[in-house]
């Protein structure tokens, strides 16, 4: 009984051009291949230099043991290039606002987001980056609300949050 038909064996071929490529173009650890799922010299080639590179026997094979190497730093490439995860900074329950007056450290990173997003939202008054919500942090806030159409109240609820870290990620993404 075979444990691999020719599908599945192109499959896993066009799986070691692409480990072998992505590889290549993090950080040229092997020759260029093509990704068309023929074990050509080309692939053995760069099969090969892999190898070289990590002290394996240069076979052009890809064994037990080449596959564990070459599958495992590639991961562990793809996880060092890979976006930081986004986090939620404000409690998740319903119902949670942050009043005017009040002191947070979440204030930091709002009064932040509105300082970058100010490109954008001109009417916006410069706020100081103190973690209280004091009366300049709460126009600003009231301005951004009217410009979405949301209650201008002055209150960061979920839905001003949001909004606020949709305009930020907007403005923050035509930066890079």
Do not use: C
Not at 150 to 176: H, K, M, P, W
């Amino acid at each position: 009984m075979a444990l691999f038909n020719a599908l599945d064996e192109r499959n896993f071929i066009v799986q070691i051009q692409r480990i072998l490529r992505d590889l290549n173009f993090l950080n040229s650890q092997s020759g260029m291949v093509g990704i068309d799922g023929i074990y050509d010299e080309g692939t053995r080639e760069a099969v090969r230099q892999f190898q070289a590179r990590y002290g394996l026997n240069q076979t052009g094979i890809v064994d037990s043991e080449t596959w564990t190497l070459l599958h495992t730093i590639w991961e562990l490439r793809a996880e060092s290039a890979a976006l930081a995860r986004a986090v939620y900074i404000l409690p998740r329950f319903e119902g949670y606002e942050i009043l005017p007056f009040a002191k947070d450290n979440v204030l930091y990173i709002i009064q932040h987001m509105l300082e970058v997003i100010s490109t954008d939202y001109e009417e916006l008054e410069n706020v100081e980056l103190n973690g209280i919500y004091d009366a300049k942090t709460q126009n600003a806030i009231k301005v951004f609300q009217r410009k979405n159409l949301l209650d201008d109240n002055g209150i960061i609820d979920a839905t001003t949050f949001n909004r606020l870290a949709d305009a930020y990620e907007n403005v923050n993404s035509q930066n890079q």
